[in-house]
T-cell receptor, first 117, second 111 residues
Framework: EAGVTQFPSHSVIEKGQTVTLRCDPI?????LYWYRRVMGKEIKFLLH????????ESGMPNNRFLAERTGGTYSTLKVQPAELEDSGVYFC???????????????FGPGTRLTVL | RKEVEQDPGPFNVPEGATVAFNCTYS??????FFWYRQDCRKEPKLLMS???SGNEDGRFTAQLNRASQYISLLIRDSKLSDSATYLC????????????FGSGTRLSIRP
């Protein structure tokens, strides 16, 4: 069974440009999450989709970030316009179900390493 | 204060040694606890969930102390392949699906 995939693996852009990251979750996983790790910091939650709906977007840093999951399958995370502090590794994860006393296991993709110059 | 705190290490131990990491969390209402492993430039992978009664998986033992709000991971008979960063992960009490990562503890096993 294929795992979570992300594209591209690396992206180098200039400040002010737009970048779109893509995540394909494990087939059948309704829950999709985006995380980010900036240099020297811990991995931080950005948002959570259940199917095509945003369940929790409290971690999105500002309105330059837009996440979508049309059709409830793959998801995109667009950064427009990109700033220097957006550099980092963006991870996507998916899980079968969420909620309840025990969080279902989240499987992570390999990440997209974004560098903003 | 961070929600999840870990000693960043690095821990540098010889092969075959036993090594233990601790992690503390700030929200007493958290209910789900995990240890993830992350190899250099790779994604985090679930190592084990941590249950109230403690649990063991081969050479790995995880313990939860709710009273003191800490989680531990013990690795026995360490192997070279255990070298990685170990991430303590706790769910945010207000949202079962939202998990909070510690900054990780780096472990290096030497021959």
């Amino acid at each position: 069974e294929a795992g979570v995939t992300q594209f591209p693996s690396h992206s180098v852009i200039e400040k002010g440009q737009t970048v779109t990251l893509r995540c394909d979750p494990i087939s059948g996983h309704d829950n999709l999450y985006w995380y980010r790790r900036v240099m020297g910091k811990e991995i931080k939650f950005l948002l959570h989709f259940v199917k095509e709906s945003k369940q929790d977007e409290s971690g999105m840093p500002n309105n330059r970030f837009l996440a979508e999951r049309t059709g409830g399958t793959y998801s995109t995370l667009k950064v427009q316009p990109a700033e220097l502090e957006d550099s980092g590794v963006y991870f996507c994860a998916s899980s079968l179900r969420a909620g309840g006393p025990l969080t279902d296991t989240q499987y992570f993709g390999p990440g997209t390493r974004l560098t903003v110059l | 204060r961070k929600e999840v705190e870990q000693d960043p290490g690095p821990f540098n131990v010889p092969e075959g040694a036993t090594v233990a990491f601790n992690c503390t969390y700030s929200n007493s209402a958290s209910q789900s606890f995990f240890w993830y492993r992350q190899d250099c430039r790779k994604e985090p992978k679930l190592l084990m969930s941590v249950y109230s009664s403690g649990n063991e998986d081969g050479r790995f033992t995880a313990q939860l102390n709710r009273a003191s709000q800490y989680i531990s991971l013990l690795i026995r008979d360490s192997k070279l392949s255990d070298s990685a960063t170990y991430l303590c992960v706790v769910n945010k009490a207000s949202s079962a699906s939202k998990i909070i990562f510690g900054s990780g503890t780096r472990l290096s096993i030497r021959p």
